[in-house]
Every structure is written in structure tokens, then in C-alpha cells.
């Protein structure tokens, strides 16, 4: 099972275009990237059509934006991991052999609402019982975990600035990223308190964006592109919906199941990804990701980011798009920029920072506080 294409918008904030308009924008690249184009199905990632548009049926507004009118197909919810999960259903339709080409487009339009509405919008990836509805914000929440983080393995909230610097210098290298600015540690540590001790540039931005794959049969694959990318692993993962009710806060199990599943379908470790794109909604995300995927141990990551890993030239190099925290973070569509730019690092032909030859690439999608985990494993 191959990504035969792929295609992108870039992140910004969209008030002049609506859903048709961005898949529509995605689907075009994704056209000119492939020999021919003929989806049989069309499986939609996306969190807050619903609550934000009350907008549902996206399957047929993603066929009548691009021409497929007729094709069949569903919109798949994980909340800020619908991107990933929707890859896996796609994935599925393919290797199970019902279809032979199948569109995986993720798109979410967050920029049309103030920022409270869109807050309130996001933590419908809580619990809403019992921790939402008690005005918990899903920033706060992270900076549960972050607070804890920074306790148990002593991290000063310097060291952990350096992660978000990274992110905007790889961001300002990416053409889709919708942060392109330096940054420096100074910067984070005087940027405005979101919830103690998350500020605003540990966060990712507020954006639209569309993002879009052709996932095609070997035999299909190879007549449509010249460069296919084989989907070798895929594996997901759930977790404690309430964090009261967790096993450990700081070793999320969506993330660890998800990716062993992914890396026992492949046939491989963590030691063998060359290139790797996680979810950084918050600075303790990344972290937490890393040490999830077994790039490092736990309470490690903030040491070996502040000793150079996980950089360009390093394997794995980490997050050479920006990642959420540069790239942008459109929620539902993340998943699907991930796999999008992994496909294209192990091309070759990524526009923004590149991580040279590279056999293996992993993309890292999760919703909620790690709570819906997808892990994609990709080879050249």
C-alpha cells in the first residue's frame, strides 16, 4: 500500500476561503502530483465542522469541491488526531482490497470564530463531564502535565524554550508553514502566560488549512507516480479520557501502543527512522512524543533537545516541517500534513528544510492530551 500523491495548502488564516475552497486548493496540487487521478472513495479528517459550522457531510462537500461527485465516503473524527486516524481508514480500504485508490483529505477552517468560541470548541476533546464543563480549558490541562513534567525530572522552563526556537527556524524554511518567523528562548520565556507554565509560544497557532493523499494499491501506485512511498506500519492507541483517571500522565499509553503496533508491522525500531513528524500542539507534547515513540527515555527528551538531538542531520531529524508549533496546527488536518510531508521528505522533495537520503519516515498524529494516537511508519 503506497502514498501515490500528495498535496498541500499553506497554513494561515483563511478568512476569504471556506472548506470547498482549501480542499479544493489541496486537491489541485495533489492532481499535479500524480499521472492520473481517479479516487474510487473519500475519507475526510476533520474535529470541528459540527460544533464550530454545523457543517457535517463533508464527504460530499470534499466530491463536489473536486469533481467526484458520486464517490463514496465518511468523515472520520479522533479530534486534533482525525488526520492520522483518517490516513489508517483510508489505509485500510486499500489493503483490504475494496478500492484500489482512495482520497484521504484533512481540512479544518478555525479562524472565522474569536478565540474563546474556538477554545470551547477544542476542549470538546476532554471530558467534558468532568473536567470541561467545569471551565477547564484544554491549555490547562497540558499545563497539568507540564507542570508535573517540569517536577518529576527537574526541567527548568528555559530548557524547554528551546524546542519552540527550533520549530520557527525550521518553519521559516517551509513555503506551507504558517509561522515563518525566528524566534529566540527569550522570546518564549517573556511571551504572554496561556495557563502556567504554557505561554503563548509554546503553542501552536490558530489556522486553516487543507492537506490531501492518494493512497493507492502497489500495482495502481506504480503507474500513477514515479516516486510511490510504501505505508509500511500503522498502528493506533487510546488512553484515559479524564486525566484523573490515568495510569501516568507522563507516559501516555495511546502513544506507546500506537507506536509498538506501528513499529511491529513494519519490522523495525525506533532506531531505524530516519525522519520523523510529531504532534507539538505545546511544548510537553513533544515531549511526551518523543519519549512515547522510544526516540528517547523517559524525563530524557528536554536533556538530548538541549544537547542538539533530534535536529537537522540527526536521526531521527524531528519535525523539519515546523510542526505544529511553526507549521500550524489546523486541527482535524494535521494528520494528514504529516504523512503528506514524510511522503515527500522520503522523495526527496520537500520544499522546506530536508533531511537528506532517508529509508524510513514515521508520522505522529494524537488528539486530546494523547488520548487518540496514530502512528504511520512510511519507506522509500
Not at 244 to 268: H, Q, T
Not at 361 to 367: D, V
Amino acid at each position: 500500500m503506497f502514498v501515490a500523491g500528495v498535496g498541500m495548502t499553506k497554513i494561515d488564516r483563511h478568512y476569504d476561503k471556506g472548506f470547498q475552497e482549501l480542499v479544493h486548493m489541496a486537491v489541485k496540487n495533489l492532481v499535479n502530483d500524480v499521472k492520473q487521478f481517479s479516487p474510487e472513495a473519500i475519507v475526510v479528517g476533520n474535529m470541528m465542522s459540527s460544533s464550530l459550522f454545523q457543517q457535517d457531510s463533508l464527504a460530499a462537500l470534499v466530491a463536489d469541491a473536486v469533481g467526484l461527485r458520486g464517490r463514496g465516503g465518511f468523515k472520520v473524527e479522533a479530534a486534533c488526531g482525525s488526520g492520522g486516524h483518517a490516513v489508517a481508514a483510508g489505509y485500510a480500504l486499500v489493503a483490504s482490497g475494496l478500492y484500489d485508490q482512495v482520497l484521504v483529505v484533512g481540512v479544518e477552517k478555525m479562524s472565522d470564530y474569536p478565540t474563546a468560541t474556538t477554545t470551547a470548541a477544542l476542549a470538546q476533546a476532554a471530558d467534558f463531564e468532568h473536567e470541561a464543563i467545569y471551565g477547564t480549558s484544554f491549555v490547562a490541562l497540558n499545563a497539568l502535565v507540564m507542570r508535573l513534567y517540569m517536577h518529576r525530572y527537574e526541567a527548568k522552563r528555559e530548557d524547554l524554550a528551546i524546542w519552540p526556537v527550533r520549530m520557527h527556524e525550521h518553519g521559516s524554511q517551509n513555503p506551507y508553514a504558517q509561522l515563518r518567523n525566528r524566534i529566540t528562548v527569550d522570546d518564549v520565556l517573556k511571551s504572554a502566560v496561556i495557563a502556567d507554565p504554557i505561554r503563548l509560544m509554546d503553542s501552536s497557532p490558530i489556522g486553516d488549512g487543507a492537506a490531501a493523499v492518494l493512497l493507492a494499491s502497489e500495482g495502481v501506485a506504480r503507474k500513477i507516480s514515479d516516486t510511490p512511498i510504501q505505508i509500511v506500519g500503522v498502528g493506533m492507541g487510546s488512553d484515559g479520557l479524564d486525566l484523573a483517571s490515568r495510569e501516568d500522565l507522563l507516559n501516555p499509553m495511546s502513544i506507546r501502543i500506537a507506536a509498538e503496533k506501528a513499529y511491529k508491522m513494519a519490522g523495525i525500531g525506533p532506531r531505524d527512522i530516519d525522519v520523523a513528524e510529531i504532534h507539538d500542539a505545546f511544548t510537553i507534547t513533544a515531549l511526551l512524543s518523543i519519549e512515547g515513540l522510544g526516540f528517547a527515555g523517559l524525563g530524557e527528551s528536554w536533556k538530548l533537545i538541549k544537547d542538539g538531538r533530534f535536529a537537522a542531520g540527526d536521526k531521527p531529524s524531528i519535525n523539519l516541517s515546523g510542526g505544529l508549533k511553526a507549521r500550524g496546527h489546523p486541527v482535524g488536518a494535521t494528520g494528514v500534513y504529516q504523512v503528506a510531508e514524510i511522503a515527500m521528505q522520503l522523495r526527496g522533495d520537500f520544499p522546506g528544510v530536508k533531511v537528506g537520503k532517508a529509508d524510513y519516515g514515521l508520522a505522529m498524529n494524537t488528539g486530546g492530551v494523547a488520548t487518540l494516537t496514530t502512528v504511520t511508519i512510511l519507506k522509500r
